[in-house]
Each structure stands twice: as structure tokens, then as C-alpha cells.
């Protein structure tokens, strides 16, 4: 398949449908499907929504609040950004968007440090949330 082509993003298309298909079956609720995006406006990915900041964001809720509630994240390619269906579900919003604010002038993340700030917080919140309180440098 030739990448931009017709079949090409047909492909690519069922494929994440199934991909969000199996997060369902895995417990996780499209309203907890995050795509990480380069700002707070949503409209690099032409989200329907704006985005939020990453530790505004409650990692761990489910609908049973005795229960941790799953998510899931979504990265971009370096330069690239999301890919089509990506941005396709924040348009349509079937997913949200999350971001990392920067300072003023800086001009991005990369995707790697991005996931781990991220990552870092929601593991974070599950140590603030543990029954076994660890204590956090």
C-alpha cells in the first residue's frame, strides 16, 4: 500500500475503529481517550472540544468510584503529529484532547517527553489515591 493513498487511509481508518473498539472491551469509555496535542486552543487537531491541561485531567475515575478507571493516551508521530483517524474522532468528539502547557515561546515537546510527563502525573495521582500512601519527591 502506498501511504497517503485512498486504500491506504481506508486501511488505516479501520484499523483504529477496531482499536477503539478493543479499548471498549478493555473497560475503557471513549470519554477516557486522550489524544495529546501540541496546545490548548484544539486547533492543530481540529478538535470539536478545547483541550485540557494534562493534571487537570482525573486519570483515575471510573463510573463505580470504588473502582481505578482506565484510560488511555494517544501520541502523535514526531513532525507529523496525530494521524488522520486520530483527528477525525477529536472533530467528530469521540475522543478528548490533552496537552502539556509550555512557556510562552517554546515551541514543543517532543512526543516521548510529552507521554512521560503525562504518564508521570496519572501514576502520581494513583500514588496520592493508594491505600498505601507512598511518599513523593
Same mark, same amino acid.
Request: net charge positive.
Given at each position: &500500500?502506498?501511504?497517503? %493513498?485512498?486504500? *491506504?487511509?481506508?486501511?488505516?481508518?479501520?484499523?483504529?475503529?477496531? &482499536?477503539?473498539? &478493543?479499548?471498549?472491551?478493555?473497560?475503557?469509555? @471513549? #470519554?477516557?481517550?486522550?489524544?495529546?496535542?501540541?496546545?490548548?486552543?484544539?486547533?492543530?487537531?481540529?478538535? %470539536?472540544?478545547?483541550?485540557?491541561? *494534562?493534571?487537570?485531567? #482525573?486519570? !483515575?475515575?471510573?463510573? #463505580?468510584?470504588? /473502582?481505578?478507571?482506565?484510560?488511555? !493516551?494517544? $501520541?502523535?508521530?514526531?513532525?507529523?503529529? $496525530? =494521524? !488522520?483517524?486520530? =483527528?477525525?474522532? !477529536?472533530?467528530?468528539? /469521540?475522543? %478528548?484532547?490533552?496537552?502539556?502547557?509550555?512557556?510562552?515561546?517554546? +515551541?514543543? $515537546?517532543?512526543?516521548?517527553?510529552?507521554?512521560?510527563?503525562?504518564?508521570?502525573?496519572?501514576?502520581?495521582?494513583? &500514588?496520592? @489515591?493508594? +491505600?498505601?500512601?507512598?511518599?513523593? *519527591?
Amino acid at each position: &500500500l502506498e501511504i497517503g %493513498s485512498p486504500k *491506504y487511509q481506508k486501511t488505516e481508518e479501520a484499523a483504529f475503529d477496531k &482499536l477503539l473498539k &478493543l479499548m471498549g472491551h478493555c473497560g475503557v469509555d @471513549n #470519554d477516557r481517550i486522550f489524544a495529546a496535542t501540541m496546545d490548548d486552543s484544539g486547533n492543530e487537531t481540529t478538535a %470539536s472540544r478545547k483541550s485540557i491541561p *494534562y493534571f487537570n485531567v #482525573d486519570w !483515575l475515575r471510573h463510573s #463505580d468510584k470504588r /473502582k481505578v478507571g482506565a484510560s488511555a !493516551l494517544i $501520541l502523535g508521530k514526531e513532525g507529523e503529529g $496525530l =494521524r !488522520l483517524p486520530v =483527528r477525525r474522532a !477529536l472533530k467528530q468528539g /469521540k475522543i %478528548s484532547t490533552v496537552h502539556v502547557p509550555m512557556a510562552p515561546g517554546t +515551541e514543543s $515537546l517532543n512526543a516521548a517527553v510529552c507521554g512521560s510527563v503525562i504518564m508521570f502525573e496519572r501514576m502520581r495521582q494513583w &500514588l496520592c @489515591n493508594n +491505600e498505601n500512601k507512598a511518599e513523593i *519527591y
